[in-house]
């Protein structure tokens, strides 16, 4: 692929089914690293693809070092937190930090060949606002956040992971929901995007399981009204495919 391509995307099935027996394994192993992408992130061998060089902005949790991962932790500390899980090329989040420099990013994308376009094109940018990982966003958030510090996470345009096999890897499962929830401050904002019909009602249907935010607010959108389009989003307006934006709260503390 050219380096500055977009990645291709498929069109796959609107509707959305669950096995939830075969989830309901996968989920009981889920502390075990059951279902995260690239494997258990401590066997991930060192000396195969090496992220840039530090100080660049970029981290793996079990192999960067502790000066690199504690530039990080203050960086996370000192101002209002934005998250974008599964950003792809980047589209939305270098513009976003650009817009935004008094808050702080942080980007997870496990594609370490995005992950590597995205450090030179913020560099190039001037931006000094976002990291990224290129490990599973699942395995680092709850090892490196502090419960009710992220303002905002955006998680647009999601994998579906349709087959029944692959379905541990879905990011929408109530462990998943349970880490945002706490990571969230209340008022703090979950903001999802999905081309999937079936996806969409699936998501929202374990959200409000959760007991732990508030129905969609179509209203929000207008806080995001200026954020550049994904690069899935970006496809589907060019072959005229439907997507949803939706935002969720998290339940402030006396609601
Ligand atoms: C369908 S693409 C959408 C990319 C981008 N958000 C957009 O809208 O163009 C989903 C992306 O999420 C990444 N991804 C999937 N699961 C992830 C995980 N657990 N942690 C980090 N990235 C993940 C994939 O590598 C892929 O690039």
Redesign the pocket.
């Known amino acids: 692929m050219p380096v500055n391509q977009?990645?291709s995307?498929r069109v796959g099935p609107d509707s959305f089914d669950t096995d939830n027996a075969r989830l309901q394994r996968a989920l009981d192993r889920y502390d075990e690293g059951k279902g995260?992408?690239g494997g258990d992130p401590n066997r991930r061998p060192r000396w195969l693809n090496p992220l840039p060089a530090e100080p660049a902005p970029a981290f793996r949790l079990h192999q960067s070092s502790e000066t690199q991962l504690e530039r990080l932790q203050i960086f996370l500390g000192s101002a209002p937190l934005e998250i974008?899980?599964?950003?792809?090329?980047g589209?939305?989040i270098i513009n976003w930090a650009g817009q935004h420099p008094e808050r702080h990013f942080l980007a997870?994308?496990?594609?370490l060949k995005?992950v590597n376009r995205i450090i030179k094109r913020a560099r190039r940018q001037g931006i000094d606002n976002l990291w990224i990982s290129?490990?599973?966003?699942?395995y680092d958030l709850p090892r490196l956040l502090k419960p009710a510090s992220v303002d905002v996470f955006h998680?647009?345009?999601?994998?579906p992971w349709w087959k029944p096999r692959h379905q541990a890897?879905r990011?929408f499962v109530s462990p998943f929901v349970e880490i945002l929830a706490l990571l969230l401050r209340p008022d703090g904002v979950l903001r999802v995007?999905t081309d999937v019909p079936g996806y969409g009602n699936a998501l929202q249907k374990v959200i409000q399981t959760s007991g732990q935010f508030s129905q969609h607010r179509p209203e929000l959108a207008e806080k995001f009204a200026d954020a550049a389009a994904?690069?899935?989003?970006?496809?589907c307006d060019k072959i005229n495919r439907p997507y949803r934006f939706f935002y969720f709260t998290k339940q402030s503390l006396t609601t």
């Open positions: 977009p990645p995307y995260l992408i974008e899980i599964g950003c792809g090329p589209d939305f997870f994308e496990i594609k995005l290129d490990d599973d966003a699942r998680v647009l345009f999601p994998d890897r990011l995007a994904t690069s899935r989003q970006a496809f």
